[in-house]
């Protein structure tokens, strides 16, 4: 049952077209696969057939448009194009209840969509985060229910995701891929299948269930690492530290097999990752009857960061007498991270909701984001430009460090006097900060 085609023969079916389907579509396709995109969203298929894409990677449109326009990459509606794959990877979304539960039902739908075209021989891969357990307990027996057996009849793994926006791309062509089958054989030909497509180092796991954790334990780590290092900022400002400079410092040091590395505050975490994949693994655990206390600690250090910046802005145009009412704050980049247009779980957004709240005036620009997408979620019409967004402002509120946004020159900018620069994920190096302070304007980051 071992598939011996060519690697300019072989195809595969990607389920599920949103960021991550879509991107490893797309870099399949361009590693000299076939490649099925099945998405159950028309919408999503006629833009991308129309060459329009509704999220922004850089240099994922152009490798889209490639792929779709030499052949390696169509994309539909119908699983029964699934028929035609040797490897059928699913990527469809897998959010998390208010309790931590997988909400499962895409996965549910895409599972029972698949088994009525599974054909004996296809490799089935889950790249969608799950909690551990799910893959064997949740998706084989769906996939069964089209008659045929896992690890007889189709060989299934999991092979997580761990890709960061922005830079996805090239990940899938250099991180390691971690894979964990059914059986011996399932883990052994995906690794075989992402060797030969991506060229990439694979790690192979024991289990399933081992897989499946991988991609949580950096979930987790990440976000606990993150609300340290915002406790951390807010511990410094008491003293007026510069949690850059200690943070700086403190990381020199070995541990382990690298160095102390905390990572950076901000004005929160968002995104569809870091701000579920935590409660994932303190639902499993609860189920099991293990009581995880640091993935709910670090959720809430992270989730009361944008209130922590609304406030630092509101605390400053009432230090300067300002009327709350009258008052304009812009923000530049709504998205939850740089250089990327994702608003899934922006922390821009409760910043913007607390500041409209107090009934400051709220300017909002950012150039990656559909600005439909913008009024849908902040209920505010976006400004036009840099320059419709920040003249007249009382505070620029620098949310998301977008390339556009580099290179600021505050000198030219149409500010109020004594406008304040608040810095929420721009790390403005200190000469930029002392050369707002010359302009007359105040400057305040996250622990700076």
Not at 171 to 199: K, Q
Not at 295 to 301: D, F, L, Q, T
């Amino acid at each position: 049952m071992r598939l011996t085609k060519d690697e300019t023969q072989q195809t595969a079916a990607v389920i599920g077209l949103g960021y991550v389907g879509l991107c490893l579509a797309a870099t399949l396709a361009d590693c000299g696969l076939h490649v099925i995109g099945i998405d159950v969203t028309p919408e999503r298929i006629d833009e991308l057939n129309n060459g329009q894409l509704s999220l922004y990677e850089e240099g994922l449109r152009e490798l889209v448009g490639e792929a779709l326009a030499g052949g390696r990459l169509c994309v539909t509606t119908d699983y029964a194009a699934v028929s035609a794959a040797d490897v059928v990877i699913l990527a469809v979304g897998t959010p998390v209840t208010e309790d931590g539960t997988l909400a499962d039902a895409q996965l549910r739908s895409a599972c029972l969509a698949l088994s009525d075209h599974l054909r004996p021989g296809q490799q089935v891969v889950l790249k969608s985060t799950v909690p551990p357990g799910t893959t064997r307990e949740l998706v084989l027996p769906l996939l069964e229910r089209g008659g045929l057996t896992g690890g007889k009849d189709f060989m299934l793994s999991f092979s997580p995701e761990r890709l960061a926006e922005g830079t996805a791309l090239r990940e899938l062509r250099t991180f390691p891929i971690v894979v964990g089958g059914i059986d011996e054989r399932s883990t052994r030909e995906t690794g075989e299948f992402w060797r030969r497509s991506l060229g990439v180092e694979v790690m192979p796991q024991d289990s399933l269930e081992a897989a499946e954790m991988v991609k949580l334990a950096d979930n987790w780590w990440i976000d606990l690492n993150i609300a340290l290092a915002n406790e951390l900022a807010k511990f410094c400002a008491l003293f007026e530290v510069d949690v850059l400079d200690v943070i700086a410092a403190a990381n020199v040091i070995p541990k382990g097999n690298g160095n102390v590395n905390i990572l950076l505050p901000s004005v929160g975490v968002g995104g569809s990752c870091l701000t579920k994949d935590p409660w994932m693994v303190w639902q499993s655990a609860r189920r099991r009857g293990l009581d995880i206390l640091t993935a709910p600690a670090g959720r809430a250090v992270n989730s009361g960061m944008p209130t922590y910046t609304a406030q630092l802005i509101l605390d400053d145009l009432a230090a300067r007498g300002k009327d709350l009412t009258a008052a304009t704050v812009a923000v530049l980049g709504l998205a939850f991270k740089n250089n990327t247009g994702d608003l899934r779980a922006t922390p821009a957004h409760p910043v913007v909701e607390a500041l409209v709240k107090e009934g400051v005036g709220v300017r909002v620009y950012d150039p990656l984001v559909d600005p439909a997408q913008v009024e849908t979620l902040v209920q505010l019409k976006p400004a036009a430009n840099l320059h419709d967004a920040v003249r007249g402002a009382d505070c620029l509120a620098v949310l998301a460090l977008h390339r556009e946004f580099e290179d600021l020159d505050f000198a030219e900018l149409p500010l109020a006097d004594s406008c304040l620069v608040l810095d929420g994920r721009a790390y403005f190096p200190k000469e930029k900060i002392a050369m707002i302070r010359r302009l007359g304007y105040g400057y305040r980051g996250i622990g700076r």
